[in-house]
Nanobody, 122 residues
Framework: VQLVESGGGSVQPGGSLRLSCVAS????????ISWVRQAPGKGHEWVSS????????SYADSVKGRFTISKDDAKNTLYLQMNSLKPEDTAVYYC????????????????WGQGTQVTVSS
């Protein structure tokens, strides 16, 4: 089982990045998939989730209207389009998969990626 993130980097405030997460070794389409981030010196912060075959999306208030989550089940790939980036978005971004809605709500993830660094700075 693997979740491999990519697309991170350094960007100026107001810029955009698109993160990708490629899954393998499990039934990607059946899982509840999230983006979770961890800023320096802080704990994990839930960012966004997608489930119900992609019909349901949810976002943290801090990113709502700026970030868009999506997935391509045929490619086993999760995306996070991040626009209007702010310095407070600086963090390592992880994709994570939960096997049920209950576990998703409880932040109990079965699988985690290794993370990709996003740095927003002028």
């Amino acid at each position: 089982v693997q979740l491999v993130e990519s697309g991170g980097g350094s960007v100026q405030p107001g810029g955009s990045l698109r993160l990708s997460c490629v899954a393998s070794g499990f039934s990607f389409s059946s899982y509840y998939i999230s983006w979770v981030r961890q800023a320096p010196g802080k704990g994990h912060e839930w960012v966004s989730s997608i489930y119900a075959g992609g019909a349901k999306e949810s976002y943290a208030d801090s990113v709502k209207g700026r970030f868009t989550i999506s997935k391509d089940d045929a490619k086993n790939t999760l995306y996070l389009q991040m626009n209007s980036l702010k310095p407070e978005d600086t963090a390592v971004y992880y994709c994570a998969a939960a096997d049920s809605l209950t576990n998703l709500i409880a932040d109990k993830y079965t699988y985690w990626g290794q993370g990709t660094q996003v740095t927003v700075s002028s």
